[in-house]
């Protein structure tokens, strides 16, 4: 008999991964230009050592700003050099298409 701890842990490791939202590849797509066009002020530079981790997380969707409706809200981060960089893509939720409405850049850094 297995244990419990142990049934579930496999029971875990055997069910499916959640399916991927259908903008996870757009916002990873987007992730590069905005992390370079943050940390290069403008200037069209290449930067050495930049890096986009490849999971994508669906945050809880944000309110619209008018009306009643709701954006879904894709996290993705990156890496320059030994900063950290957490980037969040805000999409329209319209059936089949990736709309960007929005987008955030914050460094993962304690300024105090």
């Known amino acids: 008999m297995i244990p419990t701890f142990a049934a579930a842990l ?5 069910s499916p991964a959640p399916p991927a939202h259908r903008c996870a590849a757009d916002a990873i797509e987007r992730a590069t230009p905005l992390l370079t066009l943050h ?5 069209p530079t290449a930067i050495e050592n930049l890096s986009i981790d490849d999971t994508v997380k669906v945050q809880p ?6 009306g009643k409706g709701q954006f879904d809200v894709l996290e993705v981060w990156g890496f320059i050099y030994k900063g950290q960089y957490r980037m969040r893509f805000i999409y329209a939720r319209i059936p089949g298409s990736c709309v960007l409405m929005g987008q955030e850049i914050l460094e993962a850094a304690d300024p105090y």
Do not use: K
């Open 61 to 66: 969707p944000l309110r619209a700003l008018r």
């Open 39 to 43: 940390f290069s002020d403008g200037q």
């Open 10 to 14: 496999l029971l875990a490791a055997a």
